[in-house]
């Protein structure tokens, strides 16, 4: 199948795993009245288009909590594949909306993680894997194993999307980042190892975590995103994963001119390198 043409990024949300604001109305430093400052749990959404054809080729990465609401905000109906980068919950827990498109389009949705993640997700959610004896629900989700290096053909309507995946360190476990052409995904880590950093070079754009101005076990602090981003030189990067700490207006103010805070509904063209909003 040819390339998809063009290739669209959607941020879905890039909050922190309680999201902002946190439950409780707690807002930290972030004004509840600017709206970019709401943020749902992280999640990609990625569509490729091809002219002449309405319906887009569309990759998900991540199932969070929030998967219903950015969904229906994004006006997904269907799903060629659904990818992960890791196993904790503000990742995964909205899994079980996937039943939805595979009943709505009778075919079950092909999702891909590592073995690492595979070992803790398919036993949580076994029922969307395997039907249970005496079950009148059938299963809802294809299991692919993607681990660091690989790279994944997504066919679909509006052509294929080429998705690489590459090593990152999440405090005391792994999870992978993603690239597509001159863009990349890199949500939870707390470093990346050597054998990533040739995936993460001569980027247009780079989503990066930056979860707060202080360090942390297992994310990156705002101070290292923006070390690895001077290092690592991307035309753009987008911070991404921002807690209660991270005012949108301040960050944007006081971030380098190639740097900007990402926020829920944020899009990407990745064809041409550029945020178109």
């Known amino acids: 199948m040819p390339a998809a043409q063009r290739i669209i990024a959607t941020i879905l949300g890039c909050g922190s795993s309680g999201g902002v604001p946190r439950i409780g109305n707690i807002w930290g430093a972030c004004d509840p ?55 904790h919950a503000d990742h995964t827990h909205g899994i079980d909306d996937l039943r939805v498109l595979a009943l709505n389009n009778r075919r079950r949705v092909n999702v891909y993680f590592t073995q690492e993640a595979a070992a803790r997700i398919v036993p949580s959610f076994a029922y969307c894997f395997t039907a249970p004896a005496g079950s009148d629900y ?21 052509g294929t999307i080429t998705v690489r995946a590459f090593d990152q360190i999440h405090g005391n476990i792994n999870s992978l980042g993603f690239r597509v052409g001159g863009f990349a995904y890199s949500c939870d880590l707390s470093a990346l190892p050597p054998q990533a950093l040739p995936s993460v070079s001569n980027l ?39 807690h209660i700490d991270l005012d949108y207006t301040e960050l944007l103010a006081t971030t380098p001119p190639n740097v900007q805070p990402a926020f829920d509904g944020m899009k990407i063209d990745v064809t041409a390198g550029r945020v178109l909003d």
Do not use: K, M
């Not at 749902?40 to 569309?58: N, Q, V, Y």
């Not at 929030?66 to 980068?85: G, I, N, S, W």
């Not at 059938?138 to 509006?158: C, F, K, Y």
């Open 33 to 87: 009245n600017e709206p970019r400052n709401r943020r749902r749990r992280c999640s990609l959404l990625l569509e490729g288009f091809t002219e002449g054809i309405t319906a887009p080729t569309r990759v998900l990465i991540d199932t969070g909590c929030d998967l219903r609401e950015q969904l229906l905000e994004a006006e997904v109906d269907r799903l060629d594949a659904v990818l992960y980068t890791h196993e």
């Open 138 to 158: 059938p299963p809802i989700l294809n299991q692919h194993i993607i681990e660091p290096g690989d790279t994944l053909e997504v066919d679909g309507p509006g």
């Open 204 to 242: 247009d754009i780079w989503v990066l975590d930056a979860l707060r101005p202080t360090p942390h076990p297992s994310h990156l602090s705002l101070p290292e995103s923006l070390r690895l981003i001077e290092q690592l030189a991307p035309r753009q990067a987008v911070l991404t994963n921002l």
